[in-house]
Nanobody
Framework: VQLVESGGRLVQAGDSLRLSCAASGLFFNSHHMGWFRQVPGNDREFVGAISGNGRDTLFADSVKGRFAISSDSAKNTVYLQMNSLQPDDTAVYYC?????????????????????WGQGTQVTVSA
């Protein structure tokens, strides 16, 4: 399984940015996908997740109303749309996949429930 994030860059406060996560080696529709972020010295923080069928999403309170997640099964890609970005959103953003069946298990916000991880993409928001 390989997850490859892209789209991270330097933006200004108030800008929007869309991250992509291209997945290979897993049947995309069968697995929940999550987005996490991490700054140096801190634990990895849950951002949001999308169900295998793309119908359900879950978000951290800190990004609710500003961020959205979508998926394109034809491209095996998950997107994280980030709006109204703030300096506190600066972090390395990671895509993750839950290897368990999305039909049986619910969306998770705990990083321990995710088995596959991308290499991360840096998002920097300047004030």
């Amino acid at each position: 399984v390989q997850l490859v994030e892209s789209g991270g860059r330097l933006v200004q406060a108030g800008d929007s940015l869309r991250l992509s996560c291209a997945a290979s080696g897993l049947f995309f529709n069968s697995h929940h996908m999550g987005w996490f972020r991490q700054v140096p010295g801190n634990d990895r923080e849950f951002v949001g997740a999308i169900s295998g069928n793309g119908r359900d999403t879950l978000f951290a309170d800190s990004v609710k109303g500003r961020f959205a997640i979508s998926s394109d099964s034809a491209k095996n890609t998950v997107y994280l749309q980030m709006n109204s970005l703030q300096p506190d959103d600066t972090a390395v953003y990671y895509c993750a996949a839950d290897r368990r069946s999305a039909v049986i298990y619910p969306l998770q916000s705990d990083s321990k429930e995710y088995d596959y991880w991308g290499q991360g993409t840096q998002v920097t928001v300047s004030a």
